[in-house]
């Protein structure tokens, strides 16, 4: 079953814009991953985050953990075309660390 | 350095029969975790393996099965194959520690179509 929730389902922005996008999500987890996936390929990891950090940053990402809100965001600053994907959230629970839950993604659209 | 590679990139099959899907793992990697992915839906976990034995299963029917060798590949086999099985398979390795799994890195994946 999927535990994370991502929002908005489509976002659709001009290129040099930021976007942010957000997950929710149910129980406990270990760590909390972001990952971009282009057009029905394989997944690309993004960054991980764990539960006792509240913020991370990679090039033009930062992410943000909120435990007490299970709640995430994601951040890409200045985007570009070549963002244009599906991007998803995928939590791991501190019971089992072998099964990630992914969300249904936003779709981002970045216009050039 | 291979990344995880995937085999075969599409196949279609028809209700009622069998498919094997292959996974290569990423160098230094041990774990593989398979995950389907219906249209646009996110990745499902369906089983993960390690030291060759299946570790941890998500809920999939036992017509999902797979296999680890010792060279860490790994095999996802479906039988009796229904219309609701079409989707994009994804095959994850990764190498855990003690604490928790290490990030994970997906193959591209293999498109199955049951008509």
């Known amino acids: 079953s999927q535990q994370g929730e991502e929002d908005p389902q489509a976002l659709s922005i001009q290129e040099g814009e930021n976007a942010t996008m957000n997950c929710s999500y149910k129980?406990?987890?270990?760590?909390l991953q972001w990952y971009r996936q282009n057009s029905g390929r394989g997944l690309v990891h993004l960054i991980l985050?764990?539960?006792?950090?509240r913020e991370k940053h990679s090039g033009r990402l930062r992410v943000t953990l909120d435990t007490s809100k299970k709640s995430s965001s994601l951040l890409i600053t200045a985007s570009r075309a070549a963002d244009t994907a599906s991007y998803f959230c995928?939590?791991?629970?501190?019971?089992?660390?072998?099964?990630?839950?992914f969300g249904a993604g936003t779709r981002l659209t970045v216009k050039p | 350095d291979a990344g995880v590679t995937q085999s075969p990139t599409h196949l279609i099959k028809t209700r009622g029969q069998q498919v094997t899907l292959r996974c290569s793992p990423k160098?230094?990697?041990?774990?593989v975790s398979w995950y389907q992915q219906a249209l646009g839906q996110g990745p499902q976990f369906i089983f993960q393996?390690?030291?060759?034995?299946?570790?941890q299963r998500g809920n999939f029917p036992d017509r999902f099965s797979g296999h680890q060798f010792p060279n860490y590949s790994s095999e996802l086999n479906v039988n009796a194959l229904l219309l609701g099985d079409s989707a994009l398979y994804l095959c994850?390795?990764?190498?855990?520690?003690?604490?928790?799994?290490?990030?994970?890195?997906f193959g591209p994946g293999t498109r199955l179509t049951v008509l």
């Open positions: 994850a390795s990764s190498h855990p520690t003690t604490v928790s799994t290490d990030t994970q890195y």
């Open positions: 129980t406990s987890i270990n760590n």
């Open positions: 985050i764990r539960s006792n950090e």
């Open positions: 995928a939590t791991e629970p501190p019971y089992n660390n072998n099964d990630m839950r």
């Open positions: 160098s230094g990697h041990d774990t």
């Open positions: 393996y390690y030291e060759e034995e299946e570790r």
